[in-house]
């Protein structure tokens, strides 16, 4: 490739197609708190080495700020976490258990709804998954109302953690990703009329 920088820029790797990727382990010690996650993957969306310079040091900063907030994690109660790190922890667990958000009022509705011969509701499948996974007893309701409120990960699954509230970074992010999409269609698309 030729680039000497590259060197200089570690945890920087292409996948087996040529698009750069930022690949860096998570320290043992701090693997609890990111839910057993070993790894932080992120792709650069490029192949264009310019561009990956350019995008490593965003992404080496996210992973930093992410090891920060976990090692935050560690050393205190998770339910003295601000609040941005506990909707991160619950939104990991969900990623890593293939769930989405849904408010603890339409869990419920929807498991008063259910009948009992189409197997366990939502809400029961939540609910065995954090007694299975987080240890947090189901029956006892006071238990398990200061054991879910001590718990992000339970929070976020059985719906009672308010999602996380999109910043203005959070915008312009999805709007860049959204023109470069739109853009490469565009140009993919005028480069197929110039050959035709």
């Given at each position: 490739?030729?680039?000497?920088?590259?060197?200089?820029?570690?945890y920087l790797q292409t996948t087996r197609h040529g698009v750069f990727k930022y690949r860096r382990t998570i320290p043992p010690a701090l693997r609890?708190?990111?839910?057993?996650?070993?790894?932080?993957?992120?792709?650069?969306?490029?192949?264009?080495?310019?561009?990956?310079?350019?995008?490593?040091?965003?992404?080496?900063?996210?992973?930093?700020?992410?090891?920060?907030?976990?090692?935050?994690?560690?050393?205190?109660?998770?339910?003295?976490?601000?609040?941005?790190?506990?909707?991160?922890?619950?939104?990991?667990?969900?990623?890593?258990?293939?769930?989405?958000?849904?408010?603890?009022?339409?869990?419920?509705?929807?498991?008063?709804?259910?009948?009992?011969?189409?197997?366990?509701?939502?809400?029961?499948?939540?609910?065995?998954?954090?007694?299975?996974?987080?240890?947090?007893?189901?029956?006892?309701?006071?238990?398990?109302?200061?054991?879910?409120s001590s718990s992000p990960e339970a929070r976020a699954a059985l719906g009672t953690m308010s999602p996380p509230s999109y910043r203005l970074s959070?915008?312009?992010?999805?709007?860049?990703?959204?023109?470069?999409?739109?853009?490469?269609?565009?140009?993919?698309?005028?480069?197929?009329?110039?050959?035709?």
């Open positions: 490739m030729g680039y000497q920088w590259l060197r200089r820029m570690p609890e708190a990111a839910c057993g996650r070993r790894e932080f993957n992120k792709s650069l969306g490029t192949r264009d080495p310019q561009e990956a310079k350019k995008l490593w040091a965003a992404v080496n900063l996210e992973f930093e700020r992410y090891i920060s907030d976990l090692e935050a994690y560690a050393n205190i109660p998770t339910n003295e976490a601000p609040v941005d790190v506990q909707q991160r922890i619950g939104a990991e667990f969900l990623k890593k258990h293939s769930l989405i958000s849904i408010p603890l009022a339409e869990l419920r509705r929807q498991h008063e709804l259910h009948e009992d011969h189409l197997g366990p509701s939502e809400f029961e499948k939540r609910s065995a998954l954090v007694q299975e996974l987080l240890g947090i007893p189901m029956d006892d309701a006071l238990e398990r109302e200061q054991a879910v959070d915008a312009k992010r999805d709007y860049f990703a959204e023109k470069s999409i739109d853009l490469s269609h565009t140009s993919r698309s005028a480069a197929r009329v110039r050959t035709h």
